[in-house]
């Protein structure tokens, strides 16, 4: 069966159920009242399937239709029977994944679903307009079924994490796998380039930073001294746009998770329940957290972020110190990759000569085929060790910065080649063995777990042995 990723998303209903149930072989039921009232006919959300604890709807594969669809993806590819395949693995992993005792924060999974219903109602122009098209009564009850979901949904991922988690290949099995592969279907990897930078960023003026110190002091005082409102002061100041709608409220955070920079950890977690702390700096900009709630490892928060200001002054001097530098480069006075050691100031990258790593594969290598468009516009035309012209970029806080690029190797398109791209290939063989793991792994577990299929599904020819013929 094929693997459709984007199902995860799907807003299907979540519902558990004792196994010993048996499922309505009707395709259509009705619900009537007292026969000697009126009464209207009522089509009724039949049980198409029971896996273990959960249940799968008539209507559930209509709905993972029509997220798919406004996700952008091409159902045309997949038949009913293939989606419905796939939520029935779904639902597969979240009933071993409560059998294996697998655990699951549903404080986490409240915060998540309080962040999707913000998203929601930024694409409706009432709350009720978004409770219609969700066809729900009120929040709570879409809520409530979105914990739900996004609770099995959570289970059958870290289910299906702990099968493969575990899993490697030795040199010796990427060997094996790469000689098992015919000569005419070796896999041809695309054109790929290294790519550097150097990034110069205007400096921000100790006075512009000092006054977004005082002025988170003032809101701080302000909450402390007079009981004004965190909130308030949130959604009229933060320069956070992802957190200020909501009050500054952040997702939960976790000890044992690492979710934010290490100052805003050390930050957060220093202090005690309706502590607000002293302005700290991080790359984002200047803060000060309110902790609302402790609940043994997780901490509910909200911040406000205040970004100093940038003289038009500052910006000029940045980039002709750029300018300066690329013409260096060009004049052979440098090389590319001693000059973003010397001036970068992007620390990610100017230790490594400016090379920008892959963050898929981890290494400094990109397909050309799935560069980053902002680079490639920049690089598309260069010659291996041309540098570009300088062009203005912008920090993830909306401040300017500025870059030269290069690029320092370029490896045209060829057949797979063991030495030169083991690394792929390695990757290429742990896949196919998370695969065959999980495929045994279903098989097993099909068949061990109380699986009824029911209506017009039990017609389906599944890969996966699902009507247990």
């Keep these: 069966m094929k693997y ?10 979540a519902c ?5 149930e048996i499922i309505e072989e009707k395709e259509e039921k009705t619900a009537t009242i007292d026969s000697v009232k009126p009464f209207k006919e009522v089509k009724v959300d039949g049980v198409a399937a029971v896996v273990g604890e959960y249940i799968v709807l008539d209507s559930d594969v209509d709905k993972t239709i029509l997220q798919l669809k406004a996700s952008g993806n091409d159902i045309s590819q997949f038949t009913n029977c293939e989606l419905f395949g796939r939520l029935l693995e779904d639902k597969l992993y979240a009933h071993h994944a409560i059998q294996d005792s697998i655990v699951v924060s549903d404080a986490e999974i409240r915060s998540y679903v309080n962040q999707q219903v913000e998203r929601f109602r930024v694409n409706f122009k009432t709350e009720d307009e978004m409770l219609k098209f969700y066809k729900k009564d009120n929040i709570k009850a879409l809520t409530d079924e979105m914990f739900e979901i996004n609770k099995a949904n959570k289970l059958a991922s870290e289910m299906q994490r702990k099968i493969v988690d575990e899993i490697e290949v030795t040199p010796e099995e990427v060997r094996q796998y790469f000689s098992e592969i015919p000569d005419n279907e070796k896999p041809t990897f695309g054109t790929e380039l290294k ?30 001294e007079n009981g004004a409102s965190f909130s308030a002061k949130a959604l009229f100041n933060s ?46 900009g200047w803060h000060i957290v309110y902790l609302e709630k402790i609940r043994g490892q997780e901490y509910d928060a909200r911040h406000i972020l205040l970004i100093p200001e940038i ?17 260096n480069i060009i004049d052979g006075d440098i090389t590319f990759a001693e000059a973003a050691k010397e001036a970068s100031d992007e620390i990610k990258t100017k230790y490594e000569g ?19 468009t902002e680079i490639y516009t920049e690089i598309e035309n260069l010659e291996t060790n041309e540098v570009s012209k300088v062009v203005a970029d912008f920090t993830r806080t909306g401040n300017v910065k500025y870059k030269i690029y290069t690029v320092s190797d370029r490896i045209d398109e060829h057949k797979a080649d063991f030495s030169r791209d083991f690394l792929k ?11 065959n793991a999980i495929a045994k792994w279903q098989k097993e577990k099909i068949e061990d777990t109380y699986i009824k299929i029911g209506g017009e599904y039990k017609n389906c020819e599944f890969t996966n042995n699902w009507l247990k013929k």
């Design 354 to 372: 400016g090379l920008i790593r892959n963050p898929e594969t981890q290494d400094f290598t990109f397909p050309l085929a799935k560069m980053p």
């Design 195 to 224: 790519v550097a930078q150097i990034v110069i960023e205007p400096k921000v003026t100790p006075e512009a930073e000092q006054e977004v110190i005082d002025r988170l002091n003032e809101f701080k005082k302000d909450v402390e």
């Design 311 to 327: 003289s038009d002054e500052a910006k000029a001097e940045a980039k002709e110190k750029l300018e300066g530098i690329r013409q």
């Design 4 to 13: 459709i990723t984007a199902l995860s998303l799907s807003l299907f209903a």
């Design 239 to 284: 320069a956070d746009t992802g957190s200020k709608r909501t009050g500054g409220r952040l997702p939960t955070m976790n000890r044992a998770k690492p979710q934010m920079v290490k100052e805003f950890r050390e930050a957060t977690f220093s202090l005690q329940e309706g502590e607000i702390s002293e302005p700290f700096k991080t790359e984002f």
């Design 16 to 20: 558990s159920m004792q196994a010993q």
């Design 425 to 435: 290939i390695k990757e290429l063989a742990l896949n196919e063995k998370r695969l």
